[in-house]
């Protein structure tokens, strides 16, 4: 039945691919000490006809296990590429974009080839793309992540490592990366109240990251005591339900 179920959602997801039944949300993030918006991470959706909206935890390791990530993740990164340049010409303030990357995206020998043709399609300034990375993704092949992520620095994107501190973290591949951002994951977050030793670490993380020339994003930020903490250990910026839930496209107009 489990494989019966999964021979059905991979199916499934290449008739999705093929029909757009994907779309992209998009979450802003805010300065923390302004509260202006400053950047919006693209979030992977599936709409399905059948299935009704579907909780990216069911389908994106299938995307992964199936091969089709390499597809998908390439109509993501030029979509959300497309979408910020088209809201730049519409008049709003350049924003940032970033954009998740998976470890099958990354390792692709076309990873490269392909940021670069959706910078090109898309129109955009490199400098408003940021592409977001695990920690598992980077240590897997230190050496390739080395050279691949001197290459999209090269490009002028900007890099940044998600759910920081939730993988192996080991802190020495720090080091030997050229990264931008830090973003401290929601877990540490909804344990600030209750936890001391949550609050330590985020305050470690922030610590560690203005020593090596990073800036700290916090993820998860749903109450105002939360942001608050997180200013005063001085993150650069803060992502939540406090200021916005993902959007659909034609609402981040009205939102902005």
């Known amino acids: 039945e489990h494989a019966a179920r999964r021979l059905e959602l991979r199916a499934a997801l290449h ?84 954009v998740n990357v998976s470890a099958l995206q990354f390792q692709s020998q076309d990873f490269l080839p392909m940021v670069r043709r959706a910078l090109a399609r898309s129109g955009i300034e490199p400098t408003l793309v940021e592409l977001e990375m695990t920690e598992s993704l980077l240590i897997g092949n230190v050496e390739q992540a080395r050279t691949t992520i001197a290459a999209l620095k090269a490009l002028g994107l900007s890099i940044s490592i998600d759910d920081f501190g939730t993988g192996f973290s080991s802190l020495n591949y720090l080091r030997h990366f050229d990264i931008d951002y830090l973003k401290i994951d929601r877990s540490f977050t909804t344990e600030l109240a209750t936890d001391a030793r949550a609050r330590a670490v985020a305050t470690a993380i922030a610590d560690l990251a203005r020593a090596l020339h990073m800036s700290v994003v916090a993820e998860g930020v749903e109450t105002e005591a939360q942001a608050e903490f997180y200013r005063s250990i001085q993150c650069s910026e803060l992502q939540g339900y406090l200021f916005c839930k993902p959007l659909p496209a034609d609402q981040v107009r009205s939102y902005l």
């Open 15 to 98: 008739r999705a691919h093929q029909d757009g039944e994907f779309t992209l949300y998009y979450q802003p993030r805010v300065d923390a000490l302004t509260r202006r918006v400053v950047a919006f991470e693209a979030l992977l959706r599936w709409i399905s006809p059948s299935r009704g909206v579907v909780a990216p935890g069911e389908f994106i390791p299938e995307l992964e296990e199936s091969g089709l990530m390499l597809k998908v993740g390439e109509w993501v990164l030029h979509s959300a590429c497309a979408q910020a340049e088209q809201w730049r010409r519409e008049g709003f303030e350049p924003l940032r974009i970033s």
